[in-house]
């Protein structure tokens, strides 16, 4: 099997990972911040050594600030729920998921808050000036994915950062695809709320993910529930992590995605060179065939491509590639419905291949000569019909 679809999931984890994920269905299996006992403790202190190692990685002020979730969909949605203003504007963009989209026009469509989305003017890509006409006085959030999940088309979170510093807006970014891919640090890049999926760029197992917080705003918890503290009071309390956090956590996800960071930055020179690397080839590559047509810029080499194959729907080649070479490719919309509304792909969709770290070259030489012989198998059911 040769496995493309890492912009889902990673398939591959590093060995680390495992072993971790190992040792919290084993070693720290107790429920961690519940009980006073020796298994409860060690669980509480292996989270918190956890906490540590992102709250270093990605540059947060405070270890309690990084709140573990069972993804980045909940991470978005405690982000921008928790943080609502009732006649508030958000400004998001085109390019978001629907993990973004889908609360804040829940919250419009309620006449809670006041939306715009932002398009792009030049050559794809979101720039500070298309987002700063679209400000209000009752402006109060900025949404941006970093890395598109269907083209991987990347915003200038640091510029949009700064505005959002010295104009006093919240600033929220979606790290699903960049994360472990790209240096992020929310100091000095001036955002306020980072979310981050687990089982992505990071490594770690599906069922974990973190929002991580910077600076003076916190979002209510949309969560309630036991948190181990403040037991006494059947009202929820105000201090992170735990008052996010309610419920029993997933200890052995928590520590696969603590494998997964130390491993990325371990490796991170590495992983970034490599992933430009086998982009601008394959870029390059498929530029070369016949009737593909490719929708990612040549300067986004941040491992996600998305093309066409003529106007054959884009599930279709999803489908031949796996049923013919084991090929794991995505094909249709990639829940960004107004991203492909701006490709002019909503009908078609895209087929996406999505690269890792573990990907090999000649992984990806297969696929092109699998590209290349469906296409010329389309090519010769056209000439006989005719």
Not at 37 to 47: G, R
Request: proline residues 3%; charged residues 20%.
């Amino acid at each position: 099997m040769i496995y493309l679809d890492n912009g889902a999931t990673t398939r591959k984890k590093p060995n680390t990972v495992i072993a971790a994920l190992l040792d919290g269905a084993t070693k720290f299996s107790a429920n961690p911040g519940r009980s006073g006992h020796k298994a409860s403790l060690d669980c509480a202190l292996e989270v918190a050594n956890a906490r540590q190692v992102i709250q270093e990685y990605f540059g947060i002020s405070r270890m309690e600030n990084v709140i573990f979730t069972s993804g980045c969909t909940e991470s978005l949605n405690l982000a921008i729920l928790g943080s609502v203003k009732k006649g508030g504007h958000v400004i998001a963009t085109t390019f978001e998921h629907n993990s973004t989209l889908r609360p804040l026009f829940e919250l419009e469509k309620n006449g809670v808050i006041e939306l715009s989305i932002v398009e792009p003017t030049e050559k794809g890509k979101i720039k500070l000036e298309d987002i700063k006409k679209c400000v209000r006085p009752n402006t109060y959030m900025i949404c941006t994915i970093h890395v598109s999940n269907v083209d991987g088309a990347e915003t200038d979170i640091t510029e949009i950062g700064n505005f959002c510093k010295e104009n006093g807006y919240i600033y929220l970014v979606d790290a699903a695809q960049s994360a472990g891919h790209k240096c992020i640090n929310m100091q000095k890049q001036n955002i306020n709320l980072l979310s981050l999926a687990g089982h992505k760029g990071l490594f770690g197992v599906q069922g974990v993910g973190a929002l991580l917080i910077e600076g003076d705003h916190l979002p209510n918890p949309i969560k309630f529930g036991g948190t181990g503290t403040e037991s006494i009071s059947v009202y929820q309390p105000h201090e992170p992590p735990e008052c996010y956090e309610s419920g029993t956590i997933a200890t052995p996800n928590i520590l696969s995605l603590k494998a997964g960071v130390e491993f990325v930055k371990k490796y991170e020179k590495e992983i970034q060179e490599k992933m430009q690397k086998q982009t601008k080839w394959l870029l390059d590559e498929l530029n070369k065939i016949e009737n593909v047509k490719i929708y990612t810029d040549f300067n986004n080499l941040n491992g996600v491509i998305s093309f066409n194959i003529g106007d054959i729907d884009s599930t279709e080649v999803a489908e031949y590639l796996n049923e013919n070479y084991r090929i794991c490719v995505r094909g249709g919309l990639h829940c960004a419905p107004l991203k492909h509304k701006f490709l002019g792909t909503l009908n078609q969709g895209t087929v996406r291949v999505s690269l890792s770290y573990f990907t090999t070259n000649n992984e990806l030489k297969m696929f092109i000569i699998a590209i290349k012989k469906y296409v010329e198998l389309i090519k010769q059911s056209n000439l006989n019909n005719v």
